[in-house]
């Protein structure tokens, strides 16, 4: 069993769909990474989140300690949110194990 | 300020050779870390280094090794490759501590033949 998991592998939406996507982690952790990667591999970091909610946008991100998981929401979905959408958690400090991501498609 | 950069972006080897990439963080960022990824085993660890110094390490055999210089300039090498190195390898920048955000460079892809 993988120690990040997340959920769905794939999805697809139509514009203007709300979105989310889940992580659920086995370990203990001090942070917790939500990482899009576009086709061609360019990633970018969207969130940093040790406790609560974060907003950037159209972008949500929750996180529950207590009960080890995360979720990232997208509202008012576009076609250019189409990516890759990754989870990575840190934990022992220094260590960074990532999901095996969520394939998103937002179709005009 | 400018982002993360890699190069090279490209780079076809062959079997038993050995390359190296490199990597210049953001301005100010003095921890780098390179990650590995393939589509069978997504995105992994390799390791980190902060002032110059190898801070952390992921499960990759010792043939992956890097250094990072004075100026926070980072570079990998692979020695002795093999088919299943083929890969997209990225590296990212953060400040100094690891509950930061991280800043990704585009990242080299790396073809063995």
């Known amino acids: 069993k993988n120690e990040v998991e997340q959920s769905p592998q794939n999805l697809t939406a139509q514009e203007g769909e709300f979105i989310t996507i889940n992580c659920s982690y086995s370990v203990g952790i001090s942070a917790l990474h939500w990482l899009q990667q576009h086709p061609g591999g360019g990633i970018v970091s969207l969130f940093m989140l040790s406790s609560g909610k974060k907003k950037h946008g159209r972008l949500i991100a929750t996180i529950n300690i207590q009960e080890k998981h995360s979720s990232l929401h997208i509202t008012a979905s576009h076609p250019r949110d189409s990516a890759v959408y990754i989870c990575?958690?840190?934990?022992?400090?220094?260590?960074?194990?990532f999901g095996t991501g969520t394939r998103l498609q937002v179709f005009p | 300020k400018a982002g993360v950069t890699q190069t090279p972006r490209y780079l076809i080897k062959t079997r038993g050779q050995q390359v190296t990439l490199s990597c210049s963080p953001i301005?100010?960022?003095?921890?780098v870390s390179w990650y590995q990824q393939t589509p069978g085993q997504g995105l992994q660890f390799l390791f980190e280094?902060?002032?110059?110094?190898?801070?952390n390490k992921g499960n990759f055999p010792g043939r992956f090794s890097g250094r990072q210089f004075s100026n926070s300039r980072s570079e990998m090498n692979v020695s002795t490759l093999e088919l299943g190195d083929s890969a997209l390898y990225l590296c990212?920048?953060?400040?100094?501590?690891?509950?930061?955000?991280?800043?990704f460079g585009p990242g080299t892809r790396l073809l063995v033949l």
């Open positions: 301005s100010g960022h003095r921890s």
């Open positions: 990212a920048s953060m400040i100094a501590g690891t509950e930061e955000t991280q800043y």
């Open positions: 990575a958690v840190v934990y022992n400090t220094d260590k960074l194990i």
């Open positions: 280094y902060f002032s110059e110094t190898q801070r």
